[in-house]
């Protein structure tokens, strides 16, 4: 029990040592793909592009981990032959990281994974030059109006404002409400820019 109070002191005094809120933007594109299966067979995809953006905080615990949270909106979604399938979503993730000192002050390497929780807002194919919008809702076929997915990221922070970031994104949910086999799920490869300001 005394082990366990000294630990937790010791984690409160690192958070009051080295706490210290950033947040910005964040601007860039998903190359998108997904996990399709009709009708019991599984569709060729292939990868389009959407953009992200939105808000970005991060809280440092102490001078090599922090926490981040975003809320951004984004594109998640596929092309497969001549149609296009994309989901418009607000994203949450909430992600814990570990920064390193390549050059102090100047340049860092960091790495973060978490999870998200993204609210799905719109959803539509084109095929050819037609556009059709899909319901999102809980009946059968709809597409489904809360997802969840898991995301890792890496990439280099240049004197501690700006960073240059890439991360992994697979989906966990369904998207399709359905008592059958068929099956959705998001995948995405993100490139972004991250302005930071210090509070």
């Not at 809702?137 to 990439?155: D, L, P, R, V, Y």
Request: hydrophobic share 40%; net charge negative; charged share 20%.
């Amino acid at each position: 029990m005394n082990s366990l109070k000294y630990f937790a002191a010791l984690f409160l005094v690192s958070l009051s040592t080295y706490g210290q809120m950033t947040h910005g933007f964040e601007i860039g594109a998903n190359l998108m793909s997904a996990n399709v299966n009709l009708d019991n067979e599984d569709l060729v995809t292939t990868t389009a592009v959407g953009p992200r953006t939105g808000y970005v905080s991060e809280y440092n615990l102490n001078e090599n981990l922090f926490l981040r949270g975003a809320a951004l909106f984004l594109q998640k979604g596929f092309k497969y032959e001549n149609e296009s399938w994309v989901i418009n979503s607000i994203d949450i993730p909430i992600n814990i990281g570990y920064s390193v000192d390549i050059k102090p002050g100047k340049l860092k390497w960091f790495i973060d994974g978490g999870a998200s929780i993204e609210f799905n807002t719109k959803a539509t194919t084109r095929i050819n030059d037609e556009t059709i919008i899909l319901i999102i809702g809980k009946e059968e076929g709809e597409i489904k109006s809360i997802s969840s997915g898991i995301n890792f990221g890496t990439g280099i922070e240049f004197s501690n404002l700006i960073k240059l970031r890439i991360n992994y994104y697979s989906g966990l949910t369904n998207m399709i409400n359905t008592s059958g086999s068929d099956e959705w799920k998001n995948q995405y490869i993100g490139l972004s820019l991250n302005f930071l300001f210090r509070k």
